[in-house]
């Protein structure tokens, strides 16, 4: 999409350049109503300022921006570590941007792509699910990594690069079946989720179906809204809610590792243990389930290897302007001493 011009907002509000600079600038001798209308038509049409001599020079500079959903997230470091090495192999130098949880990050793409003059971007987690007219104002090309994809989503449009969450999710809760396990809780993603959390959650049901285990909608704990996602604040919270409901249940599912290390908190302070009382399953194969005591039965996503391929089709897209893929990692179950056979 072109990029529009502050002569464009100009002639788009009826005023004179100056005005609009003036109104950018936040001038006091502007009309209240003529700012707002020119901040409003601003917003609209995404118009950011590029009124840098250094910008102008950049125009042929060779950068990959990496815009993380998630900062906190252990297994982005993994993954940003990677995409670096792999980025200043190529003689290209990173952005890397933190996108807050509650931010639009094509939003923040299409800002930080006309601010930057990037070649390409890489997304890392978030909830994916924005228009077609949305993702066409993102100009350069980008590739989704770690990010739940939904059958219905339009996969012409991007690349991607994933496990299959509702996959990996079904084989945790196979396993836990195999176990001898029937009375299966997990703690899922926030209820509105429309990314990894409602996959998991949908290998959950789909598995329990199969085995002809009829779901229990007690034993489903969403995330708190209030707390980080993922973490391990949050699995703390939502296994207490569990065990204060009074709940039967022999194992817990937690769709992430940070959340179940938490939910084993939780077990202990009730006065119960792990797996003698309760059985716990994690997501993720982070070093902290291997090292926490006991260790953490979790499935391992290859995130070193995803980020080779994520930053490997980025660059086939900005050089050949070849097809977008969509490249899926298979997981690997790790067992740890987190769950028993009953």
Same mark, same amino acid.
């Given at each position: 999409?072109? $990029?529009?011009?502050?002569?464009?907002?100009? #002639?788009?509000?009826?005023?004179?350049?100056?005005?609009?600079?003036?109104?950018?600038?936040?001038?006091? +001798?502007?009309?209240?109503?003529?700012?707002?209308?020119?901040?409003?038509?601003?917003?609209? @049409?995404?118009?950011?300022?590029?009124?840098?001599?250094?910008?102008?020079?950049?125009?042929?500079?060779?950068?990959?921006?990496?815009?993380?959903? !998630?900062?906190?997230?252990?297994?982005?470091?993994?993954?940003?570590?990677?995409?670096?090495?792999?980025?200043?192999?190529?003689?290209?130098?990173?952005?890397?941007?933190?996108?807050?949880?509650?931010?639009?990050?094509?939003?923040?793409?299409?800002?930080?792509?006309?601010?930057?003059?990037?070649?390409?971007?890489?997304?890392?987690?978030?909830?994916? *699910? @924005?228009?077609?007219?949305?993702?066409?104002?993102?100009?350069?090309? &980008?590739?989704? *990594?770690?990010?739940?994809?939904?059958?219905?989503?339009?996969?012409?449009?991007?690349? *991607?690069?994933?496990?299959?969450?509702?996959?990996?999710?079904?084989?945790?809760?196979?396993?836990?079946?195999?176990? !001898?396990?029937? +009375?299966?809780?997990?703690?899922?993603?926030?209820?509105?989720?429309?990314?990894?959390?409602?996959?998991?959650?949908?290998?959950?049901?789909?598995?329990?179906?199969? @085995?002809?285990?009829?779901?229990?909608?007690?034993?489903?704990?969403?995330?708190?809204?209030?707390?980080?996602?993922?973490?391990?604040?949050? !699995?703390?919270?939502?296994?207490?809610?569990?065990?204060?409901?009074?709940?039967? &249940?022999?194992?817990?599912?937690?769709? *992430?590792?940070?959340? /179940?290390?938490?939910?084993?908190?939780?077990?202990?302070?009730?006065?119960?243990?792990?797996?003698?009382?309760?059985?716990?399953?994690?997501?993720?194969?982070?070093?902290? /389930?291997?090292?926490?005591?006991?260790?953490?039965?979790? %499935?391992?996503?290859?995130?070193?290897?995803?980020?080779?391929?994520? %930053?490997?089709?980025?660059?086939?897209?900005? =050089?050949?302007?070849?097809?977008?893929? @969509?490249?899926?990692?298979?997981?690997?179950? %790790? =067992?740890?001493? $987190?769950? #028993?056979?009953?």
């Amino acid at each position: 999409m072109e $990029s529009v011009t502050i002569k464009d907002i100009a #002639r788009i509000c009826g005023v004179g350049v100056s005005t609009v600079s003036r109104a950018m600038n936040d001038h006091p +001798d502007i009309n209240q109503e003529t700012k707002d209308k020119i901040m409003r038509v601003i917003r609209e @049409h995404n118009y950011i300022p590029n009124n840098s001599a250094q910008n102008l020079k950049r125009a042929d500079a060779k950068t990959i921006a990496v815009l993380v959903k !998630g900062i906190s997230n252990p297994l982005f470091a993994r993954m940003i570590k990677v995409l670096e090495r792999e980025i200043q192999k190529q003689h290209y130098s990173l952005v890397l941007q933190h996108v807050d949880d509650r931010q639009n990050e094509v939003d923040v793409a299409i800002q930080l792509e006309k601010e930057k003059r990037l070649r390409g971007i890489v997304f890392l987690g978030g909830y994916f *699910s @924005h228009s077609e007219e949305k993702l066409k104002q993102i100009s350069v090309p &980008f590739v989704l *990594s770690t990010i739940g994809l939904l059958e219905d989503a339009n996969k012409e449009k991007y690349a *991607s690069v994933s496990v299959d969450d509702v996959r990996e999710s079904s084989r945790m809760v196979e396993y836990l079946i195999a176990k !001898g396990h029937r +009375d299966i809780a997990i703690l899922a993603a926030r209820e509105d989720d429309t990314s990894i959390g409602l996959l998991r959650l949908q290998g959950y049901y789909q598995t329990l179906k199969k @085995h002809g285990i009829k779901p229990n909608p007690a034993l489903v704990v969403y995330m708190k809204e209030e707390l980080g996602p993922y973490t391990m604040e949050n !699995g703390y919270a939502m296994a207490k809610e569990l065990l204060a409901s009074g709940e039967k &249940f022999t194992a817990l599912f937690a769709i *992430s590792d940070r959340m /179940a290390v938490g939910a084993c908190k939780a077990i202990l302070e009730a006065g119960k243990t792990v797996p003698q009382d309760y059985s716990v399953a994690g997501f993720d194969g982070l070093d902290l /389930a291997q090292f926490y005591n006991p260790t953490i039965t979790t %499935i391992r996503q290859p995130m070193e290897e995803m980020a080779e391929a994520a %930053i490997r089709t980025l660059f086939d897209m900005i =050089e050949q302007e070849g097809k977008k893929k @969509h490249v899926v990692f298979a997981g690997e179950l %790790i =067992e740890g001493q $987190s769950v #028993r056979q009953i």
